[in-house]
């Protein structure tokens, strides 16, 4: 089973970015999905969710501005992030799961300067 995050990078307040997530090793279409993050010294956030059904979540903190979404054919889960904050800047984690806790990848770094 593995998850690789890729897509993160340095951007200032009010760009966008579109990390990607691609897994192998299970079945992804039946598979719920999540982002966390996790900036320093701070706990892991549940950022958003996708089931394999297509239920979505979101935390306050980005909804409205992220959009998360799957390709079951090719096994890639994304996020897209728009209006970034400074307060977005963490490393970002694909999560095989429906909520924080779960198998996750190496993450990938998101910085958002003012």
């Known amino acids: 089973v593995q998850l690789v995050e890729s897509g993160g990078g340095v951007v200032h307040s009010g760009e966008s970015l579109t990390l990607s997530c691609a897994v192998s090793g299970f079945p992804f279409s039946n598979q719920d999905m999540s982002w966390v993050r996790q900036a320093p010294g701070e706990d892991l956030d549940w950022i958003s969710g996708i089931t394999k059904n297509g239920r979505i979540f979101y935390d306050a903190s980005v909804k409205g501005r992220f959009t998360i979404s799957r390709d079951n054919a090719n096994e890639k889960l994304y996020l897209q992030m728009n209006n970034m904050k400074p307060k977005d800047s963490a490393v970002y984690y694909c999560?095989?799961?429906?909520?924080?806790?779960?198998?996750r990848g190496q993450g990938t770094q998101v910085t958002v300067s003012l």
């Open positions: 999560v095989k799961a429906w909520g924080p806790f779960g198998l």
